[in-house]
């Protein structure tokens, strides 16, 4: 089964300044997709940036990038130049490419602040 | 406005009831999921189906049930609701395959209250 690992609980950066969360996951597969969600306070679950595991080139979405190291199973975001409305749940997510069993699955979430 | 739609948003009931949530997925998506996230909680798998068949469940308890209906539609059947069942329950869709993007696209969730 897989399973996805976000370390940080909580988090908090100035506006303006950069922050990345971490995010690690376990699997024996080798087609993948990897996602980081937003969930801001409205619960709206928001697509931030996604990678497909055979890319070896790193997501990058304007202000948000992504470090894939495949053999190290580790796929954290960065955000640049954070911003107040920044402030959201992120949630990593795994999912299968294929038609079985491919469901999402997501880590516990790290829960960013941006202050001003 | 992701395309997929839930009913009701939210809903309030009592102890030992039975509520019905509705989901229609995107135009074209063939896929619907469902997940469960209680207060302040990550997202936890229930179901999916895809094409009117189920394809794949997580941790369902015995007391949900859902069906994809041929208009693609999806209910989640929750009954002998107990208070733990308190949360906000997503319905997500996607067209899913190879050809895929596999992105899956949120509703706005239905808030279930249990008393």
């Known amino acids: 089964a897989q399973t996805v690992t976000q370390s940080q609980p909580e988090m908090s950066v100035q506006e303006a300044e950069t922050v990345t969360l971490s995010c690690t996951y376990d699997?024996?597969?080798?087609?993948?997709?990897l996602f980081w969600y937003k969930q801001p306070p409205s619960r709206q679950m928001i697509l931030v940036i996604r990678?497909?595991?055979?890319?070896?080139q790193n997501a990058t979405e304007n202000r948000f990038s992504v470090n894939f190291q495949k053999a190290a199973k580790s796929f954290s975001l960065k955000i640049s130049d954070s911003q107040l409305g920044d402030t959201a749940m992120y949630f990593c997510?795994?999912?299968?490419?294929?038609?079985?069993?491919?469901?999402?699955?997501f880590g516990a979430g790290t829960r960013l602040t941006v202050k001003p | 406005d992701s395309g997929v739609t839930q009913t009701p948003k939210h809903l309030i009931t009592a102890t030992g009831q039975r509520v019905t949530l509705r989901c229609s997925p995107r135009s074209g998506d063939l896929s619907v999921y469902w997940y469960q996230q209680s207060l302040d909680q990550g997202l936890q798998f229930l179901i999916q189906?895809?094409?009117?068949?189920?394809?794949a469940k997580g941790n369902i308890l015995e007391r949900f049930s859902a069906q994809q209906f041929p208009d693609l539609h999806s209910e989640l059947n929750l009954s002998s609701l107990e208070l733990g069942d308190s949360a906000l329950y997503f319905c997500?869709?996607?067209?899913?395959?190879?050809?895929?993007?596999?992105?899956?696209?949120f509703g706005e969730g239905s808030r279930l209250t249990v008393l």
């Open positions: 699997t024996s597969e080798n087609n993948y997709y």
């Open positions: 997500a869709s996607s067209f899913t395959g190879t050809s895929g993007t596999g992105e899956l696209f």
């Open positions: 189906y895809y094409n009117g068949e189920e394809r």
């Open positions: 990678q497909e595991a055979y890319k070896q």
């Open positions: 997510a795994f999912m299968k490419r294929g038609y079985n069993n491919n469901d999402m699955r």
